[in-house]
C-alpha cells in the first residue's frame, strides 16, 4: 500500500506532489460501488498548475466512464467545467485520427497475415478468433443488446479486417477480445467521453500528439520480438480458454485502483502502454530476456520518450497562451515517474 507516493510532474519545472492515500484505499476497497461521502474532497487525479487563471492536469483512465463518473471528485469536474481549452493526447473526435491510426496498423499494401506468420501461430490465431466470433453473443450483457449492440457487428468492429493488421496490432487486438473487455464495449472510455463533452460545452480542443508518434513506435518491434509477443499472448488466451489461468491484470482491477485514487505505477503504466506485460517467472531463461527487452523498448518508446515530448508541447502552450485555462486530460499513468 502506498503510504505517500511521490509524482514528479514532468513539466519543464518539477512539481513535488504527496499523496497520502493508505487509510482511505483500504476502505474504498470495501465499497467500489457508491462513491465515498468525503470523497468530494479529495484531491485524486488533479494537479493544478499555480498561475492566473489556473491551469490542470488530469489523470483519465481508458475504462467506461460510467464505471468512475461517480468516483470523481467535485473539485475536478469544476476545473474540468471552468478551463477554457481543453488538450488530449489524440484527437480522438476527429474523424482523421481514427482513419490514420487504422492506416498505421495495417501491412503494406498486397500483403496478409497467413504471408507474414510462422504458420503454426497463424493456425492458433485463427482458430482463437473463430472462438471469440462464436462466443461473443454469449459475452454481451442484455444492457449492450437493449441499446442495439449486435455480437456480428461489434466483432467486424473490432477484427473484422484481422488479416490485413500488423501483427503487433493483431497481438493487441486479441488482448481486448476477452470477455471483460467486450462487456465493456458501446459506453464511451472515459477520455473520449471528456472529448465529447468538451464539445458539447463548446470549449476549444486540441492534441498534444500526432497519431504517428502513438503508432509508428508499436510498428518499430522487431519480427521476432512481435512473434514472441503474440506467441505469449496466444498461449495466455488458451490457456484462459482451458480455464486454467487468470490475466493477472484485468480492467476491474484497473477501475478499482482508479477509484481508490491508488497510483500504483504497475498497473497504470500497463494501461498507459497500452500494451500486456510478458514477463512471466515460469518463462524459460532465454524467453524471459525476450520479454525483458520488449518491456524496455516499450518503456523507452512509449513512456519515457513520450513523456519529453508532451511535456514539450504542454510547456509550449503554456507560455504561448499565459491568459488561458487550459486542462490537460492524459492517461493516469503517465504521471507516476
Ligand atoms: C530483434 O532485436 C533483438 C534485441 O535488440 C535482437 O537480439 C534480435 O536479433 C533482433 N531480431 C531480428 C530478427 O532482427
Ligand atoms: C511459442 O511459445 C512456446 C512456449 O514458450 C514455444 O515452445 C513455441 O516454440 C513458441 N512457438 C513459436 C512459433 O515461436
Ligand atoms: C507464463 O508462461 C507460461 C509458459 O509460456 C504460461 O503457461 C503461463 O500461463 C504464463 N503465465 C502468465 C501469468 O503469463
Redesign the pocket.
Known sequence: MLASCQVICWVGILFLFSLVLSTWCECCTYSAVSPLPWQSELNSFLWTIKRDPPSYFFGTIHVPYTRVWDFIPENSKKAFQQSHIVYFELDLTDPYTISALTSCQLLPQGENLQDVLPRDIYRRLKRHLEYVKLMMPSWMTPDQRGKGLYADYLFNAIAGNWERKRPVWVMLMVNSLTEVDIKSRGVPVLDLYLAQEAERLRKQTGAVEKVEEQCHPLNGLNFSQVIFALN?TL??QE?LRAG??QI?YTTEDLIKHYNCGDLSSIIFNHDTSQVPN?I????PAH?RITAQEIDSYFRQELIYKRNERMGRRVKELLEEYPDKSFFFAFGAGMWLR
Open positions: 505469449q498461449l495466455q490457456s486454467s489461468f493477472p510478458f512471466n517467472a515460469t518463462l524467453e
